[in-house]
């Protein structure tokens, strides 16, 4: 082969080898500007969908937050409960109910959490002239030492927690947030920026602490953009209600508790207070039945502390037993009423600090001409009354 030839040929191999090279670096290098060109636009419609979904995730969150004060505000303003007409578990009460079963106030109502001793099982009584117990304070006629712990009432607080029973606190916060979210979720709004939006029903879980009250929501929602052709789901909100309730619960049970048990606790002395913890007896707020609010200056709620509000129903007194109840005078003994109540104790003991009255009768004639009489001493705050009978016999 001749040298010009063979110089030739290595000439056009060198030119084809960087041709080559020139054409697979330019392959190369439009490949990797289309790559990147492709990722810029998926982190940027990506942001952009975080964009548009925000103000969505923010407004849910708000309305459960909204939905979750609004139901502690209202059970704590009815003696623990939500009727099921509000959104809660509780059955509702009639108008005729009033003064069984709750006591309107402030165009609530206000449930029970006292109610009057029945059932009661022995020594106690329910049932007049033998209530609370037949020698009321004494544990046994001969005795001198007085009890004023006994069987003065019932507790009627809804449970705090699923586990300790039906209508609990826990189950109406709740009940409250899934009967009411989708009337506070309008997302009509966002629909008129062109997106399409769909939602399912929620539910709720709640989480009572001592401090707050943790509320997590699964609340399906899923959100379309057709211009975009873009499609995203959102289903978890949360929120933390800084209120002491699980701390104000156990406060009022222990005063229900107290009140129950103990016939002179006074359930609205300042004494019960602490903690930042506040007691206010209303007196006859119905006809005699009362209502015992409950303060805590530490859990605000639209900038007011929180109220657990709760009523409580009339008891009756409990008559100071009359040891002596069969007296015996001589035909010609001039009676007095000094006679019959000598040695005795004329007095009675209202668990719910009525002031109360004690009557005798019939009343005592100046002088006794029939061989025997029955005279009836009564306790009565008003409305209900405890009595004693006592015989007085002429020999």
């Not at 619960?249 to 359930?267: G, Q, S």
Request: aromatic share 10%; charged share 20%.
């Amino acid at each position: 082969m001749k040298p010009n030839s063979l110089k030739s040929q290595i000439t056009m191999v060198m030119i084809v080898g960087l041709v080559l090279f020139i054409v697979i670096s330019l392959i190369l290098y439009l490949s990797k500007s289309s790559i990147k060109k492709q990722s810029q636009q998926s982190i940027k419609k990506i942001h952009e969908t975080k964009i548009e979904i925000q103000p969505i995730n923010d407004y849910a969150t708000k309305c459960l937050d909204k939905l979750a004060k609004d139901a502690i505000v209202l059970l704590g303003k009815q003696g623990g409960y939500i009727y099921a007409s509000q959104g809660g578990t509780l059955v509702d009460y009639s108008d005729t109910d009033e003064g069984l079963f709750y006591v309107k106030h402030n165009g609530l109502k206000v449930a029970y959490n006292i109610l009057p001793p029945k059932f009661a099982i022995q020594p106690y009584s329910s049932e007049t002239p033998d209530y609370p117990w037949r020698t009321f304070p004494y544990e046994k006629e001969s005795s001198n030492s007085e009890i004023f712990e006994g069987y003065f009432g019932i507790n009627n607080m809804p449970p705090l927690n699923y586990s300790e029973g039906p209508n609990s606190i826990q189950m109406q916060i709740e009940s409250f947030i899934d009967s009411n979210m989708g009337s506070c979720m309008d997302l009509s709004i966002f629909e008129k920026q062109g997106v399409q939006i769909s939602m399912q029903p929620s539910k709720t879980s709640a989480t009572i602490g001592s401090g707050d009250i943790s509320v997590t929501s699964k609340i399906p929602v899923k959100i379309a953009n057709p211009s975009a052709n873009e499609f995203t789901e959102l289903s978890y909100f949360s929120t933390s209600i800084n209120i002491r309730l699980r701390d104000i619960y156990f406060f009022a049970k222990e005063l229900i508790e107290n009140d129950i048990k103990n016939i002179k606790f006074d359930i609205g002395g300042a004494r019960n207070n602490g903690d930042f913890l506040r007691v206010n007896l209303v007196k006859n707020a119905f006809t005699g039945e009362d209502l015992i609010v409950v303060s805590d200056e530490r859990s605000l709620v639209y900038g007011k502390p929180f109220e657990y509000i709760f009523a409580r129903r009339n008891r009756a007194p409990a008559l100071h037993y009359i040891k002596n109840t069969k007296l015996e005078f001589s035909h010609n003994h001039q009676i007095t009423q000094e006679d019959i109540f000598k040695n005795s104790t004329l007095k009675a003991y209202d668990p719910d600090e009525d002031n109360y009255t004690i009557t005798i009768t019939p009343s005592l004639p100046k002088t006794l001409n029939v061989p025997q009489i029955q005279f009836k001493v009564e306790a009565s705050d008003g409305k209900l009354s405890d009595y004693q009978t006592i015989t007085v016999s002429r020999i």
